[in-house]
């Protein structure tokens, strides 16, 4: 009997760690999303990180950026949004606008991360483009605190009248890093104009843990089940004397 229990405990958590194993996506979560909601229509960008998601939403992860900040503006699209960020309580109306793309060329956005015990990082945002904006952007990362920065890829921004999410797959070299600066770069623009030429909305970072946080968690409740086991094993017997 003693062996039947014991080789079903194992039968258990092998299969808990073949599933954390075979499924990790499953787990996955934002660490950092920009939703650009706490200002108004035509005030400042609200460069801070969204509250109620992200688990590494503060202080110390607000966006900064080169763009010059006279040429964004807080803008309410009257087409849908897109990239909101699975449990953000907030309505997402708000975005902001980029003007006067040709004197912003290479202009990046910019926030830093603690990337230890994430993997499958995703970086990504929702655009509208106008025509006259910007037509690439380019993500990156660097972990020697901005002295160099490594492209992950660019993506073409297309023009159309909804917005449309874009997105990159972080590669592992940025993983398990006290500090990693993430980067978003465009270029491309034409127009020096004060008309909504790229809007932005929803940047967000999502990872997964890495699998063997994942089965160290899952090996761990086993040994608290099999405690627990063994306790209530005494207990029953402790009644029946």
Not at 23 to 42: K, R
Not at 177 to 192: D, E, L, P, R, Y
Not at 208 to 222: F, I, R, W
Request: proline share 4%; aromatic share 10%.
């Amino acid at each position: 009997m003693k062996l039947q229990r014991f080789s079903l405990l194992i039968a258990v958590a092998g299969a808990l760690i073949f599933t954390a194993a075979f499924a990790p996506t499953a787990n996955a979560f934002v660490v950092v999303v920009y939703n650009f909601e706490d200002s108004t229509v035509g005030g400042g960008p609200d460069f801070t990180t969204t509250g109620d998601v992200g688990t590494q939403a503060g202080p110390l992860t607000t966006m900064t950026t080169d763009y010059n900040l006279s040429d964004i503006s807080t803008v309410q699209p009257t087409v849908p949004l897109d990239n909101v960020a699975p449990g953000d309580l907030d309505p997402n109306l708000l975005a902001i606008q980029l003007s006067h793309a040709k004197t912003n060329e290479g202009s990046c956005f910019q926030f830093t991360v603690n990337t230890f015990n994430l993997t499958q990082m995703s970086l990504s945002f929702a655009y509208n483009n106008n025509g006259n904006g910007f037509t690439t952007a380019t993500f990156k990362y660097s972990t020697d605190g901005g002295t160099t920065f490594t492209t992950i890829s660019s993506s073409t921004l297309t023009t159309g009248g909804n917005f449309v999410a874009t997105s990159a797959t972080v590669p592992m070299a940025a993983e398990n890093k006290a500090s990693v600066i993430f980067q978003i770069c465009f270029t491309g623009g034409t127009s020096n104009g004060n008309n909504i030429q790229t809007v932005i909305d929803n940047v967000r970072l999502d990872a997964a843990p890495e699998p063997a946080t994942v089965m160290s968690g899952l090996l761990s409740a086993c040994g608290l089940c099999w405690v627990q086991r063994r306790r209530l094993i005494r207990f029953v017997r402790l009644r029946r004397t």
